[in-house]
């Protein structure tokens, strides 16, 4: 049902070589034309409403002139298109597949900022995550302008060159060294968990409207609980793909099973269709059990 190691690995390959160039060298790229203009309005137009209810974020973070919204795939039925597109999950593996056996969505949100809305603070998202750093990334993130995006507006600002083992060193941001992409809707802006940014300030006089899609290690506990935004009654709704990123998924070895089995299960049939637990295990880890097993072997 779900992607092989072999295909996973097919995916890093076909990862599309300026994007991934252009990501390492600067931390950050632009995919212009990713998806039509006009699919990307009507995403815009289905979440006029949710955003008309939503309430201001409390805490100094996103602000509090600042709306995020979770769970895209519940708000818009056709966001699949961004969270599943090809050439992005094509460098999503190219860049996280390393260090994991599957990648996961670490988040699906839209956040609208006001008119008059300070610029969030330069951060880098992977200071969530407590382990090493310089070394590896553990997240990859891609920003899907929903209004025309400048630098006035609030668009998102980035510090080309803060990644990878730049994220280490620590200097305070220097603000004139931020960049600000022009960024129409269709376009995606991708950046690692390493790359220093933040929303920039909006000093116009209307919304800025963005959804952020974000990608990490398939063994890490991701932003946006997938279990409870999506669950088997919602995520049985979900192409098999979008669920596997969901965490439909086990990540080798046994990670995240139900009752000893894939938690897809719980998507095709039920606890009682399920025949007991089974172990998922990488081919590596599997020749090392079979080898022990066999050199416990009473010989004749
Ligand atoms: O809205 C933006 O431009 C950036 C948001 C962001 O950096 C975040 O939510 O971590
Ligand atoms: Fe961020």
Redesign the pocket.
Known sequence: MFQTQTSIANMRDRAPAPYVDRLARNGWCIMPDALPAQRINRLDDDLAEAFERAPYCRGPF?GETTK?LGRLPLRFVHSEALICHERILEIVHHFLAPWCDHVQLNTT?A?A?DPGAPA?AP?R?QDMCHGPKGEMEYLLNV?WPLTPFNPDN???RLWPGSHGSAAIEGDAPHEEQAVSPVLAPGSALLFPGSTL????ANRSGSVRR?A?IGYSLGWLKPYENPWLAYPPQVARHFSSELAKLAGYVQHRPNLGHFEGQCPSTLLTGGPELMTGPRDALLLEQAEMVEAYCRAQQVPG
Request: charged share 5%; proline share 6%; aromatic share 6%.
């Open positions: 996103y995020p949100q956040i900022i969030q951060h998202d920003i609030g668009a998102t940014h933040g929303a920039g963005a952020v």
